[in-house]
């Protein structure tokens, strides 16, 4: 009786998976053993979910190197934080007829607040170039800025080609505009020191190579940058004052937080932490290597992203001659049990860049827990799925 192969999950940049023990085990603590209502009362239950908050937020502040950890809010995912950085602007120091900087390989987390804010607002935006290797061209910022400039946004790593951006560059060269960095692919493989790189707002999710469960994110806000709040109500602080609070992280918490998303965010955030970034990061290299190598091997794939041993993220985006995209992870998933994503990835402009819209790529992003076993298995069936 034959037995079906173990799966291979190669999406992590979608989500990060298997999650780590601690982070389950945590998750299951506080649901299992508290109110998860942090703040809202002064009974044990309560005060243990707050100090669970209390010590993930001291972890991100210590993991991006923010002296304060008040400067960290919390949100439900990075596409939250975004919106509340790029409308939290508007009427602060983002007004109509202002300008903005981003790049041709943002996710629609990104695009779609700003092109609202064209539409809507009067905001003109200008698209930082990308090479044809898919690398921004960090090069061409200077031409690009001018007096009326007030933000500047930045996928530090992109979903799509796995191209990571030279945001200590960018840090350097931004004058007096608002930095904002999404930090979505990049927060838990790649160093990101908020204040050597000058950013001033740091967008993050929990879900992906921070290893915790979805539902979790949050970013940091630099001292003296003020944001319109997104959403307004309790926050258990200021309960006597029917106004939103203005001090952080409260005044963009409103509503019972997702107690159970950041305890484990805390836990994945403890992993990564004790791993070190830098094993992690030459992990995935190493598949990453492994991955491109075997692939320059096959005829009919074209490969997208940063060639030869440039720096990039173990995101690797691809077309088989002749097939569909959809088809490609269809078969890898029925036929192989290998679990990737096919489509333009929420990344429209980036696909534009590289010519593959409207149809986009296969997309491969292997995580920590991937092994090499796990590629050479992604490189059979590839070679199989050209060849038929």
Known sequence: MSTKPAPIYADNAATSFPKPREVIDAVSAVLGGMSLSPGRSAHRYSLECSRVIFDTREALADFFNCPDSSRIAFTCNVTEALNVGIFGLLGEKLHPGDHVITTALEHNSVMRPLRYLEKTAD?????????????????????????????????????????????????RAKGDAVFLVDAA?????????????????????????????????????????????????????????????????????????????????????????????????????????????????????????????????????????????????????????????????CAPGAHRTMGTFAEGTVRFSFGYFNTEADVAACLTALAIISKN
């Open 185 to 345: 692919q990049s927060a838990g493989v790649f160093p990101i020191d908020v204040a050597r790189m000058n950013i001033d707002m740091l967008a993050f999710t929990g879900h992906k190579s921070l290893l915790g469960p979805t539902g979790s994110g949050g970013f940091y806000l630099r001292p003296g940058l003020g944001l319109r709040p997104l959403k307004m109500g309790g926050t258990g602080s200021n309960s006597e004052a029917e106004i939103q609070p203005d001090f952080m992280p409260d005044c963009y918490e409103a509503g019972t937080p997702n107690t159970l998303g950041i305890a484990g965010l805390g836990a994945g955030v403890g992993f990564v932490t004790r791993t070190g970034l830098a094993a992690i990061r030459a992990h995935e290299q190493r598949l990453c290597r492994l991955f491109l190598d075997g692939l320059e091997q096959m005829k009919g794939i074209t490969v997208y992203g940063p060639a030869g041993g440039r720096e990039r993220a173990a995101v690797i985006s691809l077309k088989v001659k002749g097939k569909s995209e959809s088809a490609v992870a269809q078969s890898l998933d029925r036929d192989f049990h290998i679990m990737v994503r096919a489509g333009l990835h």
């Open 123 to 171: 905001i003109s935006i200008s698209i930082l170039p990308v090479s044809g290797d898919g690398e921004v061209m960090v090069s061409e910022l200077p031409r690009l800025i001018r007096d009326n400039t007030r933000l500047i946004v930045v996928n530090h790593v992109s979903n799509v080609t796995g191209a990571v951006a030279d945001i200590e560059a960018i840090g």
